[in-house]
């Protein structure tokens, strides 16, 4: 057999829900020490391949394995009891609770009902020397930006003996910044002989951070390859199963005579965002970029409604917006679709 042996294996697991096939005959193995990423559009059945692995779902057919003996994985606890855990974009975490407290919670040390602290202390300092993951045990975890937060979520993982941790879009919260760390992370963990599964749709981040990559398609496994034998383009031809060029039109400028329909001057608010201005013609895209917590989501927010501005004016159609609440917007013609809804799903 050629390189590690499988951690998990699943083979010709299929998952519906009513009418929709959500997995269909999908035959994947994650070995350890690899980083093996999971890639496709909204819908092609990724994340319910992640929940199978976790036990939150029960496939309806096929056979999962680990370490080659078939197991029934009937709830998360029995998935953490072989091995498998995993860490959500909405981190699971008490808020109100120390760093040390959500690492060790219900696998506490104690004697006659009473924790042992120190024996606490020690096991937190063994792990974080061990696993090369810096974070402080006594910060209550609402304390911590979200990065620090997914590290007490993977030193969670590491002290109850994960040996597979799935990471379903572990960086959609994060800048780019935090991004680098938690790659880093990954691995460091890898190379101890950790498997991890990756959901992801930033595409950048799978072909620069895994080892493996397998693209899933209207439920179906398309195929699994080494990462470093893909690009960008075959990766989003595998995930929509034909070119790039074949699915979006060619690019059109908006002419230079078209009507002006949005109008945004000088809007700003203290601490987040500040003399924001620009425009956008009928026919015309403009993409407001900026990194996490660079004010863009507050901006449209502001435009929207949805949150205030102190200064500044927004015009529709030459005429003032209501942005009293997203009501008054949407009766002047604005409308919102927030990136909760979308799932961040850029390709």
């Known amino acids: 057999m050629h390189g590690p042996v499988p951690f998990v294996e699943l083979a010709g697991v299929t998952r519906r829900f009513g009418a929709t096939v959500a997995v269909n005959d999908v035959t994947i193995a994650f070995a350890p020490g690899s980083i093996h990423a999971l890639v496709g559009e909204n819908g092609a059945g990724k994340s319910t391949l992640g929940r199978i692995v976790a036990g939150v779902i029960v496939p309806d057919e096929g056979t999962v394995r680990v370490n ?10 029995a998935a953490i009891d072989r091995g498998i855990t995993t860490i959500a974009q909405e981190l699971a975490l008490v808020p109100s609770r120390s760093v040390i407290e959500n690492i060790f919670l219900g696998i506490e040390e104690s004697a006659y009902g009473v924790v042992r602290t120190r024996a606490l202390e020690q096991r937190f300092t063994e792990l974080v020397e061990r696993t090369g993951i810096p974070v402080r045990a006594a910060p209550r975890v609402r304390e911590l930006s979200a990065a620090e937060q997914q590290k007490v979520e993977i030193l969670r993982a590491l002290a109850r003996g994960a040996r597979l941790i799935i990471m379903d879009e572990p960086t959609a919260r994060l800048s780019t910044g935090e991004t680098t760390g938690l790659h880093e992370t ?7 002989g950790t498997a991890i599964v990756f959901i992801s749709h930033f595409l950048d981040e799978v072909l620069e951070v895994s080892d493996t990559v397998s693209i899933m398609r209207d439920g179906r496994l398309i195929r699994t390859t080494p990462a470093a034998a893909e690009t960008h383009a075959t990766l989003i031809e595998g ?19 078209a009507p002006e329909v949005l109008r945004v001057d000088g809007l700003g608010r203290p601490g987040a965002f500040e003399d924001v201005s620009f425009s956008v013609r009928a026919g015309e895209v403009v993409v407001l970029a900026g990194l996490v917590g660079s004010g863009r989501t507050e901006v449209v927010r502001a435009i929207f409604g949805a949150d205030p501005s102190t200064s500044g004016t927004v015009t529709v159609n030459g005429r003032p917006a209501d942005r009293s609440s ?10 919102m679709v927030p990136e909760s809804q979308i799932g961040r799903a850029h390709v």
């Open 68 to 77: 080659g003996e078939p197991v029934h994985l009937g709830s998360p606890r």
């Open 186 to 192: 990954m691995r460091r963990l890898a190379a101890d």
């Open 239 to 257: 995930m929509i199963g034909r070119s790039l060029e074949a699915t979006f039109p060619a690019k059109r400028r908006a002419p230079a005579d």
């Open 326 to 335: 997203p009501a008054g917007a949407m009766a002047s013609g604005i409308a």
